[in-house]
């Protein structure tokens, strides 16, 4: 099976704006090359941010992609550029978490994926967030998403 990459892949290779939104950014994907294999694709974002909807202050997270794709795969450059639209974006920890994870799952139609959103406290409480679709398919090894309960993390 070969397709080009770029009838899926907009913004690889090329000078991209930062998207002011989350909305507005634009999330691309590219062909599977494994399609006929179960494995698990991660990506990890240890610099989130977005801010409270409430006070305007910034909010920070570690947040944790794992996904088993089906057909197709998150073009990295467009995930980076999508996460980073959040950074002037009002939203509370859950919907930022869901959304994303709803958002790739939208795009992909992966086997599976699961999003980790651990963030730092908020009035003095971490609210970490937690979604996925379905359950894994058996022959894939899901690894511990490798971030401690809180503790001071960092």
Same mark, same amino acid.
């Given at each position: 099976?070969?397709?080009?990459?770029?009838?899926?892949?907009?913004?690889?290779?090329?000078?991209?704006?930062?998207?002011?939104? +989350?909305?507005?950014? %634009? $999330?691309?994907?590219?062909?599977?090359?494994?399609?006929?294999?179960?494995?698990?694709?991660?990506?990890?974002?240890?610099?989130?941010?977005?801010?409270?909807?409430?006070?305007?202050? +910034?909010?920070f997270a570690i947040l944790v992609i794992d996904y088993v794709p089906d057909q197709w795969l998150v073009e990295s450059k467009s995930l980076k550029l999508y996460l980073h639209s959040f950074r002037d974006h009002g939203a509370f920890h859950e919907d930022c978490t869901v959304g994303i994870g709803r958002?790739?799952?939208?795009? $992909?139609?992966? /086997?599976?994926?699961?999003?980790?959103?651990?963030?730092?406290? /908020?009035?003095?409480?971490?609210?970490?967030?937690?979604?996925?679709?379905?359950?894994?398919?058996?022959?894939?090894?899901?690894?511990? %998403?490798?971030?401690?309960?809180?503790?001071?993390?960092?």
């Open positions: 099976m070969t397709h080009d990459i770029t009838d899926h892949a907009r913004q690889l290779g090329q000078p991209t704006a930062q998207p002011r939104s +989350p909305e507005e950014a %634009q $999330l691309d994907r590219v062909p599977n090359p494994h399609p006929d294999t179960d494995y698990c694709a991660r990506f990890t974002a240890p610099e989130f941010t977005s801010l409270c909807p409430v006070t305007g202050q +910034p909010d958002r790739l799952t939208a795009l $992909l139609e992966p /086997r599976y994926l699961r999003i980790g959103g651990y963030w730092y406290p /908020r009035g003095g409480i971490p609210i970490d967030v937690f979604w996925q679709t379905g359950t894994p398919p058996a022959s894939v090894w899901l690894p511990d %998403q490798g971030v401690p309960p809180y503790r001071a993390r960092g």
